[in-house]
C-alpha cells in the first residue's frame, strides 16, 4: 500500500464517524452492530497513523471534534474491538477503549496527540 | 495475539471439525448465493465512494459482483460479542471484504479496508480460514495473509 496523506487520513476517519453519528439517532434496536471488526480496526489504524502524522491547527481541530465522536460512540467500538496491537501503549488510549480505567484521553492539550 | 482470540480461533476450529466438507461447501455457497445488504443505506453511506460507487444499487451490484470472483479467501472466526460466526470473503487484491453473519443467515456489510494487509495480520491468529483443495473444503488454522 502506497503512503496516505495526512488529509486523506483525516478525511476517512472523520468520515467513519460522521457518518457513525448521523445515522446513530435513527438506528433503532442493535446499534453495537453499527460497526464490525474490520471497521472498528480501520478507524483505529487511521487514529494511529493520524497519532503520528503532523497536522495544521485546523486538521488539530478536526481531529479533535472526529474524536469526540469516537469517544460518543465508545460503546460501539468497545463492543467490536479487534486483537489489540502489541504496541498500542495507553496514550494510545483509541486502542483500550473496551478497558474501564483507559480509553478516554488525559485531561490537557497534549491529550488528542 | 490476546489470549480471548486464541480462544475464539481454538473453538471456531473446534466447530469446523464437525462439520463435513459438503457442509462447508453449502455455506460458502449460501454466502456466494447473497443477493442484498441489510441497512443498504448505511452501508452506502459508510463505503460507497471507496467501492466508485454513485448509488446504493452500483454498490450493492459491486458486492454481488465481489461475490461471484472466483479467487476469493474464506475466513471464518467467533466475533467476541455472543461469539457470533460470521465469515469473510476477502479478494487478495483489492482487499475488497463480503462479512456473513451465520447466525442471522444473512450477509452483514461490504467494504474495503483501508489498509488491507494491516488488518489481515491483526486477524492471523484469530481467524480460521477453508480452503479448497484436492476435491474438498479443509480449515487452516496457521494460514498467513503474505502466501
Redesign the interface.
Known sequence: ?GR?ETAELLR?YE??LG?LE??AQT?GGGQ?D?L????V??IL??RDRLAEARLSETQGRALRRADELLIKHRAIVA???????EESPESRWWWHMDEDSVGTPRSGAAQFS | ??PL?IELRLERAAGLRRLSSEAIAEMVQAIRSAKRLPRLG?HF??HGAEMGAAREEDYEQAFREHLSQPRLRVFTYL???GRAP?W?LVDPATGR?A?YNERERDA??F?T???????DH??E??WVEVVFREGSWEREEQWRWDV
Not at chain 1, 464490525?36 to 471497521?39: L, T, V, Y
Not at chain 1, 463492543?79 to 496491537?85: G, L
Not at chain 2, 479496508?113 to 488488518?119: F, H, I, L, V
Request: aromatic share 20%; no cysteine; hydrophobic share 40%.
Open positions: 500500500m496516505i476517512k468520515h467513519y457518518v448521523g445515522w438506528w453495537l453499527m464490525h471488526s474490520g471497521e480496526f480501520d489504524w487511521l463492543a467490536n474491538m479487534p486483537p489489540r496491537q | 495475539m490476546e482470540y448505511y453511506a459508510q466475533r467476541p460479542r460470521f469473510e471484504t462479512l452483514w456489510s467494504f479496508p483501508t489498509n488491507a494487509q494491516a488488518r491483526n486477524t491468529g484469530w
